[in-house]
């Protein structure tokens, strides 16, 4: 029951935003705070209780659990379920709704109520989507956080919104018909092999598929995820979407909308066809690392600032493609750390560069410089998220990435090292952020630029103790989602957990891979 | 007493947090206090652990405190590790580093960023003692990296000057290709050990990796990857002239005494790795020879006091490797500890007379400064004899003298080594001696801006006692048999032991590099005193080969061809993302074919019955032909 309150004050809190809108719109901004607030206040309340009980496993053992027929005719239930891995997904969620609000709170004064609906439901989508395990309920909730979304970017946008916001509902509505289609089918053939018709995650997880046909399927999936998280040659739709989207709603993308991608990987792709994966692997392995390496190509080929920003995600996502398929312990757990961890610092570059945009109309990289000793605290803070982003050790970036690289290396040497590099670019593009906005000769147009006012200065502050304390003690983030990991890859059927690998049959090919990849 | 190593590193960073955060809320006496104390007290601490570490220096201590993360079995922790290697470091860290903060509070104050000045130089304490400290490579990348970010912030401290902007960006991008390479020889190394903790590595490896096997090679070349990195040794050399950018006290801790030398650390901490890569030993050796050349001969012909003392640095830490090649570990240790001494005086004193000259860099600018400036003129001249390794009197002779015996008579050494090793000699006595002439004789005399203070004098006069006295703890066996140094890092790091045992070779090595050392200050004496317009002639005569040495071997211009172009070509090249066409083109296509269908659909009959007709004929040709 918990959990779909969870999503309840949401979709609920939502309506209450739009309509107290038309008396008074602090208290709309007040409604939708509270109602992230109290989502955040629980599910950390749920945290800190889980750790009494000792198991959680992905599968059978779920911290909580909601299960209501819902269509009976087809088999639809309304199917939620907690485990590690979600629950760490649905506090940086309501964290980063939380932000989102306070972001928007002077910067958002049209149409504030509707505004406010939009944002709380995109946020209750994806919580949804972040607790299903019925697929059709998943797919559900998948359509629901891209309506709202598109209205969000259409509508309280930059100059090109429109485009954007039909770019990326093409994209995602395209994708995920594809997805919706492999989800049918899977639906259908596990119906006709057991008479049992039912979109239940963990009995479709029992259909025997032939390799072929479970290829087939799992493309679908593969599709909507990848256009999502994104992965190269799919990730058009991303720069002109947080470009164009209001800060908070950049927040959101770069934040929680990416994730919903890795997510799905995780807990559907995996489980449902595990054979398929391992041969997808290296494929995944190899877009993983090119996405690294394009994405920071264009991260620093770019002169609109947040453009630039935006290209990042491609980069750091790469991170998140590269891990899941490495397959192996080390590598997940550090995917799930890269999950959080970009959320909050590409989440905290979006606001900077949103609170810059606010004060000097310009996103032009050209047009700044100097601004250090103009705005100190907005620069130390720049500097402070341009080093997590390049993956400055301390922070929670770096140990997501050393983790991924760390686990990777074992499952493929050479596409460790070409991610590798990556670091050596991100080094190029996180440098650029720092060194064109704040050093340099000061630009004469600052004059009148003021510092980060209280409200940014909580937020971001928030938001670098969550940085740091993710790079120097992560350890409850990755004993939370252990277990589900652990079980995620056993399911999977996937014995490429470290240690138990004899690594003598590794030694001889590492020392091939190695000079392949030099 | 041990458990005191966690506060040695706590109030560094506790310094650093105060600093930054409250920086604008603190007085300036109250910055000082708290930047210098935060590195004092580690200082004291350090003497303190040392001495109840000398009684007993067998074995180790370790200070563990969190678990850091655990992933599969990958659980590095905040652990600390402390052995006569790590405390060897650890001192010259905190002692010279707190020497450079005092002598910081008078050179700094005057400038507005005062207090961001010492927030940096804290954590810059604070990561560098990590680096020495930490018990396994994770934690030790943290340092790694800490220090590279500070060196970065305090290269472009003064940030409004694009050029000072540019060098930081620069010693950062080169270190980080540096440090990319360290990493995947990390992975390599869990990837075949699991588990990243120095001495369970250290222990495993003899026993995996066969002495020559292609693993241990990648291995040590990945690790030697950071370590040229960050020790600015070929070819990853050419950031460190350009850091010279950053205050004088930066220079001197960071681009001089500390974190250069992490290189030499980090082989010295993973010897057993290198020891099983004989090939990757020599390649070693062979870098730090070639570097400590080509550094050399750059530093001959620059006319800004700093860079010559950049070059020097670059060329001093070619020594170690060079001793690190040859196996002569703890030579290459006593190295770095007298180079951290006189070098970091020779940047202190340069400092000053850079101020005294209202910023003025060149040498040739300056002259006759002894008179004026008469503390500094001695304190330089005790570091310059230092680093020109003059004979018997100074610490520079004895360190360098174990390295040159030893690239020859060790196990791993041979003549052309030496050779390099003894040319090097010469060179470094000719600029050294040349920077003494130029700056401070000579008929000029200029008018000082100021006159250095207690906080600046104090420090120099501290470090050139060190670079007089430090050699004596360990001489060479044929003069004198004192061993402190060796005999106590020998329980970090194994002996090496001259393969030639005849003493009257070795007094004549001795006194062949004794008479490379006082020729070169003739040289210097000769071209720079008596004859200065002698090398005015050459630089107008061999312009070409000056304008190669100043650029130091136009390492940059090789690099701007090979790296900058193609990477800013790639930056432009594509800016549009050329998939992006891809999916435009669809939509444009999709528009298309909906204007021509459009015109299908136009309400007239004639046309809906020929489309029809062409139609059932298409279907029927089809039919009919297949």
Known sequence: MTLLTLIGIL????????????????????????????????????????????????????????????????????????????????????????????????????????????????????????????????????????????????????????????????????????????????????GAQTGVYTFDLTELMETSLSSSLSLFLMAGFLIAFLVKLPAVPFHNWLPDAHTEAPTAGSVILAGLLLKTGAYGLLRFVLPLFPEAVLEFAPWGMFLGAISILYGAKLAFSQTDLKRLVAYTSVSHMGFVLLGVFALNQVAVQGVVIQMIAHGISTGALFILVGSLQERVHTREISAFGGLWTKVPVMGSIALIFAMASLGLPGMGNFIAEFLILAGTFQSSVFFSVMAAVGLIAATLYSLRIFQQVFQGSPSLRMETLSDLNLREMFILGIMVILIFWLGLYPRPALDTSQKTIHGLLQRSEISAIPGEDPPDHAEAGVGIKIQEGE | MQHLIGYIVLFPFLGFLVLFLLNRYLSKSMVSLIGVGSVGIPALLTMLVGLNYLNDPDGTVRV?????????????????????????????????????????????????????????????????????????????????????????????????????????????????????????????????????????????????????????????????????????????????????????????????????????????????????????????????????????????????????????????????????????????????????????????????????????????????????????????????????????????????????????????????????????????????????????????????????????????????????????????????????????????????????????????????SSLMTLGGIFTAYFLYLRRPEKPRQWAHQYSRTRQFLLEGWKFDRLYRYLVIRPVTYLSEVNREDFIDRIYILMAESTRWWHTLLVKTQNGRVRWYIMGTALGVLLILAIIILI
């Open chain 1, 11 to 190: 979709m609920i809190g939502g309506f209450l935003a739009w309509l107290s809108a038309r008396w008074n719109t602090s208290l709309t901004r007040w409604i939708s705070l509270m109602a992230c607030g109290i989502n955040l206040i629980w599910t950390l309340f749920i945290w800190f209780g889980q750790h009494s009980v000792p198991a959680i496993s992905a599968h059978g053992q779920w911290i909580l659990e909601y299960r209501q027929p819902w269509i009976e005719r087809f088999g639809i239930q309304f199917y939620l379920a907690l485990d590690g891995l979600s629950l760490l997904m649905l506090m940086l969620t309501f964290f980063l709704g939380f932000i989102s609000v306070l972001v928007s709170w002077h910067q958002i004064r049209r149409h504030a109520g509707f505004y406010y609906f939009n944002l709380l439901w995109i946020l209750a989508g994806i919580t949804g989507v972040f607790l299903a395990l019925d697929l059709f309920l998943f797919y559900f909730f998948w359509e629901i956080m891209l309506i709202p979304m598109y209205f969000l970017i259409g509508i309280w946008g930059y100059e090109k919104r429109l485009y954007a916001a039909y770019k990326f509902f093409l994209f995602t509505q395209a994708s995920g018909l594809l997805m919706f289609l492999s989800i049918l089918s899977l639906y259908f053939i596990h």
């Open chain 2, 64 to 512: 563990e405190t969190w678990e850091w993360f655990q992933a599969g079995s990958l659980d590095p922790g905040i652990t600390f590790l402390l052995d006569p290697l790590a405390l060897i470091f650890v001192f010259i860290v905190t002692f010279v580093g707190f020497l450079i903060h005092l002598y910081s509070v008078e050179f700094m104050k005057n400038d507005d960023g005062y207090g961001r000045f010492f927030a940096y130089m804290n954590l810059f304490i604070g990561s560098m003692l990590i680096l020495v400290l930490a018990d396994n490579l994770v934690f030790l990348y943290l340092g790694w990296e800490g220090v590279g970010l500070c060196s970065f912030l305090l290269i472009g401290f003064w940030y409004r000057d694009p050029e000072n902007v540019k060098a930081a960006k620069k010693a950062f991008v080169v270190t980080r290709i540096g440090d990319t390479s360290m990493v995947i020889g990390l992975f390599l190394l869990f990837a075949h050990f699991q588990t990243l903790e120095i001495q369970e590595l250290l222990a495993a490896i003899p026993g995996k990796w066969a002495e020559g096997s292609s693993l241990a090679t990648w291995g040590s070349i990945l690790l030697l990857g950071g370590a040229v990195g960050k020790s600015a040794q070929l070819p990853l050399q050419v950031w460190l002239p350009d850091a010279m950018a950053g205050p004088s006290p930066v220079s001197a801790l960071i681009h001089a005494a500390t974190m250069v030398t992490a290189g030499v650390y980090l082989i010295a901490r993973t010897h057993v790795l290198f020891l099983q890569a004989p090939d990757v030993m020599e390649g070693v050796a062979i870098i730090g020879a070639l570097t400590l050349l080509i550094a050399g001969t750059s530093a001959l012909t620059q006319t800004d006091i700093k860079k010559v003392l950049a070059y020097s640095t670059i060329s001093q830490i070619g020594y170690m490797f060079l001793a690190l090649g040859v196996g002569a570990w703890s030579a290459a240790v006593f190295h770095f500890m007298v180079h951290a001494f006189f070098k970091a005086l020779l940047f202190l004193a340069a400092g000053a007379v850079i101020l005294a000259m209202h910023h003025e860099h060149n040498m040739f600018k300056m002259g006759g400064l002894r008179k004026r400036m008469p503390v500094i003129f001695w304190t330089f001249l005790a570091g310059a004899a230092s680093l020109a390794a003059v004979p018997l009197i100074t610490a520079g002779f004895y360190s360098k003298d174990a390295i040159l015996w030893l690239s020859f008579a060790g196990e791993k050494g041979n003549s052309a080594l030496w050779l390099a090793g003894t040319a090097g000699a010469f060179i470094t006595a000719v600029y050294t001696f040349r920077m003494i002439f130029v700056t401070f004789y000579g008929k000029q005399d200029h008018e000082t801006a100021y006159r250095p203070g207690y906080l600046i004098l104090i420090p120099l006069i501290v470090l050139a006692v060190f670079s007089m006295l430090a050699g004596f703890i360990e001489m060479p066996h044929n003069m004198a048999h004192v061993d402190l140094f060796s005999g106590f890092v020998q329980f970090s790091l194994p002996e090496a032991m001259p393969q030639i045992n005849k003493p009257g070779l070795e007094w004549l090595f001795q006194g062949i």
